[in-house]
């Protein structure tokens, strides 16, 4: 049975700092992962998705890798602002029949302090 | 490009009633994943449709139903209702399961009183 780990549960940081978020994974059979970010009461917003066979993903100050072998994922955010404060979950599909289910981890609350 | 929409945004019900709640998705999405989200539990799966079948159902009590109809919208409905299920309801589409990015909607966010 897959299980996602994040850690830490929540994180507080000086703007400006860089910072990484940490994701594991029990079983390496999936098809992606897939980092969402959230903000309280709302729904998730995509923010990178690394398919099994990448290593990393990059958008603007986010950088995403994926070591499929060792069942981990680390988000990297450069220069921290007070808007990225939110929650940050990571998710893995399965693959086969059971690539439609996302299996989240408890998510990382992250607060960016001016 | 319309995102995923999901109606209503915000429900009031009381122990026993049922309620249905309900996802648009993105246009040429075919499959739709639901998911229960509440403080204790983080985001639970409950079932994926794929052209109208279920694919996938997660480990919740038959009170929680779904289906899709031919134009990719789907619907979930919760008889029965208890306390307990008081949550948000997360409705996420893609392209095709698993394979592709999964983009969700903003909720619907249900309380039973």
């Known amino acids: 049975k897959q299980e996602v780990t994040q850690i830490p549960a929540a994180l507080s940081v000086p703007e400006g700092e860089n910072l990484v978020l940490n994701c594991s994974f029990t079983d390496s059979a999936i098809y992606n992962l897939q980092w969402f970010r959230q903000d309280p009461g709302k729904g998730l917003t995509s923010l990178l998705l690394i398919q099994s066979s990448q290593r990393e993903q990059t958008s603007g100050r986010l950088n995403a890798s994926l070591d499929k072998s060792s069942g981990r994922s680390t988000l990297y955010i450069a220069a921290s602002q007070p808007g990225d404060s939110a929650t940050y979950l990571c998710?893995?599909?399965?693959?086969?029949?059971?690539?439609?289910?996302?299996?989240f981890g408890q998510g990382t609350e992250l607060s960016v302090k001016p | 490009k319309a995102g995923v929409t999901q109606t209503p945004r915000y429900l009031i019900k009381t122990r026993g009633q049922q309620v249905t709640l309900s996802c648009s998705p993105i246009s040429g999405h075919r499959s739709v994943s639901w998911y229960q989200q509440t403080p204790g539990q983080g985001l639970q799966f409950l079932f994926e449709?794929?052209?109208?079948?279920?694919?996938n159902k997660g480990n919740f009590p038959g009170r929680f139903s779904g289906r899709q109809f031919s134009n990719s919208r789907s619907e979930m409905n919760v008889s029965t209702l208890e306390l307990g299920d008081s949550a948000l309801y997360l409705c996420?589409?893609?392209?095709?399961?698993?394979?592709?990015?999964?983009?969700f909607g903003q909720g619907t966010r249900l309380t039973v009183v």
């Open positions: 449709y794929f052209s109208e079948t279920q694919r």
């Open positions: 996420a589409s893609s392209l095709n399961p698993g394979t592709t990015e999964a983009f």
């Open positions: 998710a893995v599909s399965g693959v086969d029949n059971q690539g439609g289910k996302l299996i």
